[in-house]
């Protein structure tokens, strides 16, 4: 409900071109990313010995996503 609390109004009476930039660029967190990321990092900072670590599901469910996160974090640590 609180993704329809923060919908700019204003949208609806801008150009098409707007409103398909404004949609395009929309990201909605997936429930289960935090999730995805809380369990990809114990696995990057542990691994064990020939462990090859799989990110998969179907587009658009936050893979990219999770990965910009994820390097964002290891450089930040990192630095």
């Known amino acids: 409900m609180s993704q329809i609390n923060n919908f700019?109004?204003?949208?609806?009476?801008?150009?098409?071109?707007?409103?398909?930039?404004?949609?395009?660029?929309?990201?909605?967190?997936?429930?289960?990313?935090?999730?995805a990321y809380e369990d990809l990092l114990p696995a990057i900072h542990q691994p064990f010995p020939g462990t090859l670590i799989l990110v998969y599901g179907p587009s658009g469910v936050g893979k990219t996503t999770l990965l910009r996160r994820v390097q964002k974090q290891l450089i930040e640590e990192l630095l």
């Open 8 to 35: 700019p109004r204003k949208l609806l009476d801008a150009p098409i071109e707007t409103r398909l930039k404004y949609f395009i660029n929309l990201a909605v967190g997936h429930p289960r990313l935090l999730d």
